[in-house]
T-cell receptor, first 116, second 115 residues
Framework: DADVTQTPRNRITKTGKRIMLECSQT?????MYWYRQDPGLGLRLIYY???????NKGEISDGYSVSRQAQAKFSLSLESAIPNQTALYFC???????????????FGPGTRLTVL | GNSVTQMEGPVTLSEEAFLTINCTYT??????LFWYVQYPGEGLQLLLK?????DKGSNKGFEATYRKETTSFHLEKGSVQVSDSAVYFC??????????????FGQGTTLQVKP
């Protein structure tokens, strides 16, 4: 079974709709991240969380919100989707230790979101 | 601020050719450096990493050396295979006092290997 799972894998929606993307992990990691990937731009950080009570904005948080329901679950919401939020979204996890060279992140398979 | 710059793709090679994908970075302090690979339809997975100057990361025939003097971490492979076709991302993690663990990614380089 995959360590980091994302649902749905694909979603097509319309402008103005509320959308939730979900991420679950079985790695036991405290840290979780949401990225979006756009062609030619690499991955950009939307939000990150160090534990259930610690949530932080990334570089492109406008238009997004998150919820850390448990150590293993981290959801990303688009309150009112717009076409330029069409992208590939990735969830990732990491542990808190620098042992072994630090902060490798483990990624889910991604959610392809299209906003019409 | 911290940043990562990769060579633009796509890179198209014939099987068994030598591969170099250039990566340079800007960072304060001493970051850790990573190469991630994304195969079609999948998420990113760690390919190799290096945590201090002159370290060489290696995996699956790929290598990269952390060069502090040139702020580079170029990815190389001596003989590519069709199965290496993927998008490759260079990334850094800044070991600042806040230790957020955030990764900063380059824009990605698409590699296509033809038989």
């Amino acid at each position: 079974d995959a360590d980091v799972t994302q649902t749905p894998r694909n979603r097509i929606t319309k402008t103005g709709k509320r959308i939730m993307l979900e991420c679950s992990q079985t790695k036991g990691h405290d840290r979780m991240y949401w990225y979006r990937q756009d062609p030619g731009l690499g991955l950009r950080l939307i939000y990150y969380s160090f534990d259930v009570k610690d949530i932080n904005k990334g570089e492109i948080s406008d238009g997004y919100s998150v919820s850390r329901q448990a150590q293993a679950k981290f959801s990303l919401s688009l309150e009112s989707a717009i076409p330029n939020q069409t992208a590939l979204y990735f969830c990732a996890t990491s542990d808190t230790s620098w042992a072994g060279g630090g902060n490798e992140q483990f990624f889910g398979p991604g959610t392809r979101l299209t906003v019409l | 601020g911290n940043s990562v710059t990769q060579m633009e793709g796509p890179v198209t090679l014939s099987e068994e050719a030598f591969l170099t994908i250039n990566c340079t970075y800007t960072a304060t302090g001493y970051p850790s450096l990573f190469w991630y690979v994304q195969y079609p339809g999948e998420g990113l997975q760690l390919l190799l990493k290096a945590t201090k100057a002159d370290d060489k990361g290696s995996n699956k025939g790929f290598e990269a050396t952390y060069r502090k003097e040139t702020t580079s971490f170029h990815l190389e492979k001596g003989s590519v295979q069709v199965s290496d076709s993927a998008v490759y991302f260079c990334a850094l993690s800044d070991r600042s006092s806040s230790n957020t663990g955030k990764l900063i990614f380059g824009q990605g380089t698409t590699l296509q290997v033809k038989p």
